[in-house]
T-cell receptor, first 115, second 110 residues
Framework: GAVVSQHPSWVICKSGTSVKIECRSLDFQATTMFWYRQFPKQSLMLMATSNEGSKATYEQGVEKDKFLINHASLTLSTLTVTSAHPEDSSFYIC???????????FGPGTRLTVT | QKEVEQNSGPLSVPEGAIASLNCTYSDRVSQSFFWYRQYSGKSPELIMS????GDKEDGRFTAQLNKASQYVSLLIRDSQPSDSATYLC??????????FGAGTRLFVKA
């Protein structure tokens, strides 16, 4: 149980375009989902916490207008990187918690390359 | 600033040995602690949760928690080359937030 999927697993886009990444909890309802970014050989960096039906809470320094998060249902959250630039190239990972639990189950990640 | 501190490693152990990974945390009121394993190029996966002082065993893994010392550890018995990964210590700090350490790289030599 507690399976989280992400799509796509990797994406290449041109500078200035937007990219949408989907995160789904497959076998449970996730009231809270998290979005992380990880650069090579660096630690996880929490970008934002999203709760179903409400606005995401962004971490300090994360541009909410650039990284749009929508948690439209109990099983789906999306992250849209708008006007992507090469410095946005990274490994984006979502996670979800079971209701009432603080354990996080991670999706397989999306590797974004902006050219 | 709430933090988790881990030795970045690499920690190198021979196959079959016990690997000991340690972590200290700054939040005295935290009640929930986690160990995640992350293989290179992959996302983290939860391997252990611990909420009470003492030991918790799951197969070859034992998590140890000492809240008075703000210390949590992970022991891996009979280490295998497939255990080679980065191990992330994390604690829940209130609300929806979990703080992750930077991880300890473990290398198990065949």
């Amino acid at each position: 149980g507690a399976v989280v999927s992400q799509h796509p697993s990797w994406v290449i886009c041109k500078s200035g375009t937007s990219v949408k990444i989907e995160c789904r909890s497959l076998d449970f309802q996730a009231t809270t989902m998290f979005w992380y970014r990880q650069f090579p050989k660096q630690s996880l960096m929490l970008m934002a916490t999203s709760n179903e039906g409400s606005k995401a809470t962004y971490e300090q320094g994360v541009e909410k207008d650039k990284f749009l998060i929508n948690h439209a249902s109990l099983t789906l959250s999306t992250l849209t990187v708008t006007s992507a630039h090469p410095e946005d190239s990274s490994f984006y990972i979502c996670s979800a918690s079971l209701p009432g639990s603080y354990e996080q189950y991670f999706g397989p990640g999306t590797r974004l390359t902006v050219t | 600033q709430k933090e988790v501190e881990q030795n970045s490693g690499p920690l190198s152990v021979p196959e079959g040995a016990i690997a000991s990974l340690n972590c200290t945390y700054s939040d005295r009121v935290s009640q929930s602690f986690f160990w995640y394993r992350q293989y290179s190029g992959k996302s983290p996966e939860l391997i252990m949760s611990i909420y009470s002082n003492g030991d918790k065993e799951d197969g070859r893994f034992t998590a140890q928690l000492n809240k008075a010392s703000q210390y949590v550890s992970l022991l891996i018995r009979d280490s295998q080359p497939s255990d080679s990964a980065t191990y992330l210590c994390a604690f829940h700090t209130g609300g929806f937030k979990t703080i992750f350490g930077a991880g300890t790289r473990l290398f198990v030599k065949a």
